[in-house]
């Protein structure tokens, strides 16, 4: 039976982060993973490019049922130190908007980062693991794995969320939280693509594809000025994939479909000038011409002249353009959400170390754990402060 100081399980950017960290601290670390190559996530995030850190981090950014507990580990280990460590392995790299930082060239190079640190920290990777049991007693923890045993004193959870079960996501963390003891919140999919009931979702589809500034507000209030996307099965662009986090099933959300426009005085001065003009030709100079079409077919934008459009009418379309109300009929799911809410109850872990307070020995990590991020690079800077924050104790 094998030894270690530590045993990781997953092999994503809080499991790969921490087992080097951990190695550079002088542990002997094992790290454990169902794949077949490390940080699949990581390829596929940022279109390919992984928006791996947010110049913007704060713990608003995040929900949980614990807003407080991110604080620490985001203070301990910051976007600036992760920076510093891009720019030591010599990656380029971009702000694109809103403080996302994406590599200039590939996703593939902060994987290759963090598997070099791995290599230097003398971390032992094995993929194609199953853990088929975990176990422990006074001394530590001991995994079954499909041919072996191993252990350690030290286990780290970091198997992820639900999200995207094509890249080996499974509710594996929440088993083992619940044989120790521990809680978790229920799950549900975030950061994902609405879907929408018929006879919307026929009406929209035609427009699949096209991208239009917005504003979307949730019905608690929460509101995000970013862009959205008609797709052949509802709603999606960035607008909608962070609204989801804050959306929960039969709420309807409230879409301002040209938020940096007034509206009713650009009617006003359209009329001024161009009485005989559509209703419709006008609004296409602000909204894709398309979607003035379709809301025309809608009976939202009046078949109409400017100067025929009287001022209910008026009032009723500029008050639809721009607090459009949509009940969306649910989202994509885990199939192609980009995070998991819920999970490991944070009350039960310490904020500096990531262990369980009642369980010696074991650690949660990354998204496993009850916290969740916005679009744009802050999950991933969870992932490395967790990471480092539990790497620190071990
Ligand atoms: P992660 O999911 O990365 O790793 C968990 C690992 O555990 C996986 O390798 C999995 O195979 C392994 N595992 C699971 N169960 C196991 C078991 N039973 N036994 C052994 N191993 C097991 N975030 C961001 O900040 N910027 C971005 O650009 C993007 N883009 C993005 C795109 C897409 C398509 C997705 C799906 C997600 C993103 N994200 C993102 C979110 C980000 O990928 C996510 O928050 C982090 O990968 C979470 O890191 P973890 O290490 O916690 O889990």
Known sequence: MEQFDVIIIGAGAAGLFCAAQAGLRGRRVLLLDNGKKPGRKILMSGGGRCNFTNLYTEAA????????????????????????????HGIAWHEKTLGQLFCDDSAQQIVELLVKECEKAEVTLRLRSE?????????????QLNGDTVRAKKLVIASGGLSMPGLGATPFGYKIAEQFGLSVFPTRAALVPFTLHKPLLDQLQTLSGVAIDSTIEAQDGTLFKEAMLFT???????????????????????????????????INVQREAHPNLSVKNSLAKLLPKRLVEILQEMKVVPDASLKQLNSKQQAELVQTLHQWRVQPNGTEGYRTAEVTLGGVDTTQLSSKTMEARDVPGLFFIGEVVDVTGWLGGYNFQWAWSSAWACAQAL
Request: net charge negative.
């Open 61 to 88: 950014a995040y929900l949980s049922h614990n807003p407080h507990f991110c604080k620490s580990a985001l203070a301990r280990y910051t976007q600036w130190d992760f920076i510093d460590l891009v720019n030591k």
């Open 131 to 143: 853990v088929l049991s975990v176990s422990r007693d006074e001394s530590g923890y001991t995994l």
């Open 232 to 266: 052949h099965r509802g709603l999606s662009g960035p607008a909608v994939l962070q609204i989801s986090s804050y959306w929960q099933p039969g709420e309807f959300v409230t879409i301002n479909l040209s938020p940096a426009n007034d509206l009713d005085a650009f």
